[in-house]
């Protein structure tokens, strides 16, 4: 799993990007439509009664500074009530408890989880980003019934995109650096591509779930990338031909978490 810094998520507690407004111009969805989808909930899901706690969690390579911060920014930002604890680790989660959570949402070094307290069930990062991608590239391409899409990335995000890309009714392609990785995934209905970069160029549907930076000069005229893997970098040449870059450093993952998490609830009602 790719560890965030601080400098790639620094803008997020006060969404200075304004990923809604570039979400809805590629997707006609925000962060929030993006994970009410994902989750198979209403558009008018009322998620206000929902209390969240983010408890940071210091194993491992420790604190990443700010990733607290912009997970309870995201989470507030659903419309839930969400809040850091003060404590860390087991004293956070403790705190968490007494407090009442109906989630808890904390991340080490190898998992990132919401868990929902009163149906003990969670959800994790990888399924979350994969989801909210695969939904993004859906409403960005105006359904993906028949269609081809190329998954790069044979790894967690990407071997859950294509079971869900598979179920939206898309033909799915996969290639990973190392192919056998690419090759597993023929038993969720896959693919896989031998040659990243002749797939990538002869694909305008992409999901690009790789640490991998695309050089301009493969990317087909008019391309759709959902492109949740960082780092992220599209150089110039190829943000001119493609049509839409969908990309965020946590929003849409945290979000689909959160409300995923929720809907366990909401279902029970
Ligand atoms: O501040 C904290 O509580 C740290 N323990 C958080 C560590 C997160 C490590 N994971 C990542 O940076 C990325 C995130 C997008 C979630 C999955 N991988």
Redesign the pocket.
Known sequence: ????TPDMIKDVPEDKIDLDTRLLQATGKTVKGIALEAADLPDDTDLSRFKVAV??????????SG??ASVDAIVRRLGMDSHVTKG?DVNGFTEAIREGADIIM????NM?IAYNMKEMKETD?SWG?AKGYAVALKNAAGGLEGKRVLVIGAGMVGSWAVRFLKDMGADVYVTDIVYEKAERLKEYGAKPLRDVMKAISENTLLLNAAPFIIPGEIIAEGSIFSSPG?PHYYDQLGRSKAKAVIHD??EI?AAVMAVNSAGYSIRKE
């Open positions: 799993m790719t560890r965030l408890v940071p969690i210091t194993s491992g390579l420790g604190i990443i990733f607290s860390t904390m991340a080490d070094d990132f990062n980003t960082v450093p946590l993952g």
